[in-house]
Every structure is written in C-alpha cells, then in structure tokens.
C-alpha cells in the first residue's frame, strides 16, 4: 500500500520567536504575508509583493467573519455589495500601507532608492535577524544567567558551563555579547592565579575520586544526566585546583574521615587474619577487638582465663598492614608520624620493652 499526501505549495512560514516580541499582530501578518509570496515564487524571482497582494495574503479583503459578514448579509443590492468589497480590500491596503511603515521604521523592512530621477527603483530589504540580539540577550537574562542560590547550582554550572555554551551557540539560543562576555569569565577561570590552598595538589584526584563515587553522581552517570564521565572529572580537577570549586573543603574533610575509617578498618581485618591468636606469658591470647585511644591503635586480647590485655600497635605494624601510597597527604602524614607518638607514649609512660601501665601490655612485635 502506499500513501499519497496533497500538499500546497508553499510550506509553513516560520515566525521568528522575536517576531512575537517586538512586532503587533498586524505587523506579523504582513511579515507572514511577504514571506508566503517569497515562497510562492519559489525565492527565485526579487519582485515584491503589491500592497494589494499582501492584503490577500494576511486575510485583510475577506468579508466571510464576524460582523463584517453580517453588514455584507444586510446589504440588499449587487452594487452596495460589490461597493462594500471594494471599501474593505481599500481599507485593507490602508492597512498594509500604514503597517508598512511601521515596518520601516522600526528597521525590520528597508528600502533603497537607486537611479536618476525619473528612473528610480526600490528595492526592499526584510531583515529576518532584526532584533535577533536584543531577544537573544533578554533569553539569556531570563533562562541563561539566572542567579544561582545553591552551592550545589554553582558547581553544576561551572563543571558545565562549556559544554552548555557550545549547545546555546549551535542552536542559536545565545547572543554574540553574552557567549563572548561568558567565554571571558570561563577563560579567566581557567587562567586564574588564585591556586587552591586548601586541597594539597597531590590530594586533588583523590578528592574528584571521592566526588565521582559519591551516591549523587554516580546517579546522574546512572541516568544519563552527566554523559562524559572523564571530561566531568577533569572539570572537577580543574575547578579545585584554581579554588572554584565550591565546598571542595567539605568534600576534603569528608575524605579523609573515610579515610580514617578504612584505616582503621583495613588494620581491625589484617590484625584479626594475621595475629588472631599470639603467646603472652605462657599463655595464647586470643584477638578481640581494635582500639583507638590517644591517637593510636591498641588491639584488644583476651585470655583463657578471660583477662583482657591491650596490646600497642607499632609502626612496624602500621607500614606492614597499611599501602601508605593510596592515602591524602594528611592520612599519610598521620601514618608516618605514628612512631613518633608511640615513642612519645612509652616514654609518657615509660615503658621500654614490655610492661603494663594502666593494665595496658605493650608489644614490641
């Protein structure tokens, strides 16, 4: 089976969205109606369409509506009839004539006058990007350059921005003023020498790492909302290393708890696997939990007879159990000054090799 369709000629007059802005009803109609007879003519032909023509094409003769045809209906003769019809395609060019005029001066119609007097020709000039820019700028004011009330809004933005630009600029939705204005802001950005003194340059990745894996975005990844994983990330570099990016602080701090909480966690398992049981005084303890007190790790044992011994974890310990390399700089800092505090802990107490203090065995393993 196959389909045939009956189309007219001309194709659906496309309006420009600022057309509706700046232009009145009227003034619409006959930019329509110049552009239906551009197409009627199949653009191939420079004529311009007579006054009368356009009082044709924007409907302006017709007597079949409303009151108009009432009056029509009224008239009782083919003279008075035809005398009406004549008064309304009048008035109708009167119409197009005056709105013509509005037309020029407000600059959307041109004309140009060339040749001698007595030999001159007018040529007319429909400029369908006028006032394009004046739209454009209003767009960007009310839907482009809102102000931002989150601070999670502002990171979107920035980490955006550029890719969000070349979308506005392909399909048209931007003014020439404010992509160059934007582009200045995303280039001084870019270039900016206020480095981020918060984030250690080392720990930046880590810091996206942790944003990248957080339930949030790996939600937006998820439905589609951040489709180049990479290039998001890379923002996200970029923005914390110039200091752009807004609660990178938080987001910091927020690592390195976790941080905190797997060191422990990785140390609580290896002790557990590897010195689940160890001799003490003739005796076999048994391991019994991980503590943390004074900024150091004790692993908690239990005897056979039920006596709880607590036992330091020594920096040998720490370096054997724990990859010092994957951490922030503040994480491997902690770790690598745990000798000195255990130091600072035997010597508080002053423990040597082994001894108790407070009911807490020190190991020297």
């Not at 007059?13 to 802005?21: A, T």
């Amino acid at each position: 089976m196959s389909l045939k369709i009956i189309k007219p000629k001309t194709r659906p007059v496309q309006i420009e969205p600022w057309f509706h802005r700046y232009l009145t009803n009227n003034e619409i109609k006959v930019v329509s109606a110049i552009l239906t007879y551009a197409d009627m003519r199949d653009r191939s032909k420079n004529s311009f369409p007579s006054n009368r023509t356009i009082a044709f094409y924007c409907g302006y003769d017709l007597i079949e509506k409303g009151k108009t045809l009432e009056k029509y209906k009224a008239l009782e003769t083919e003279e008075e009839k035809k005398k009406f019809k004549e008064k309304i395609l009048k008035y109708g060019i009167n119409t197009v004539k005056a709105t013509k005029r509005a037309l020029i001066e407000k600059g959307i119609l041109r004309t140009i006058t060339t040749g001698k007097a007595g030999k001159q020709t007018t040529d007319h000039i429909l400029d369908l990007e006028w006032k394009k820019e004046q739209y454009l700028r209003e767009h960007d004011e009310f839907f482009n350059e809102k102000e931002l009330q989150t601070e999670e809004e502002q990171n979107d933005l920035a980490l955006n921005q550029l890719e969000e630009l070349v979308r506005l600029q392909k399909e048209g939705n931007i003014s020439k003023e404010s992509l160059a204005k934007r582009l200045q802001q995303l280039s001084s950005m870019v270039n900016a020498e206020n480095i981020n003194d918060e984030i250690p340059g080392e720990d930046v990745e880590k810091v996206a790492n942790h944003i990248m894996n957080s339930d949030k975005v790996q939600s937006q990844i998820f439905s589609g909302k951040i489709a180049n994983k990479e290039s998001y990330q890379k923002s996200i570099i970029n923005l914390m290393k110039k200091g752009e990016f807004v609660g990178a602080k938080e987001h910091y701090e927020a690592l390195k708890n976790k941080e905190k909480e797997e060191i422990e966690a990785q140390l609580h398992f290896s002790i557990e696997e590897q010195e689940k049981t160890i001799p003490y005084k003739k005796q076999i303890l048994t391991f019994r939990e991980l503590e943390k007190k004074d900024d150091l790790f004790f692993s908690s044992y239990i005897s056979e007879h039920g006596q709880i011994y607590n036992f330091l974890i020594t920096d040998k310990q720490i370096k054997y159990y724990l990859p010092i390399k994957q951490y922030t700089k503040a994480s491997k800092e902690w770790l690598e000054n745990y000798q000195s505090r255990a130091l600072a802990f035997m010597e508080k107490h002053k423990i040597k090799d082994k001894g108790e203090v407070m009911n807490v065995p020190v190991s020297t393993s």
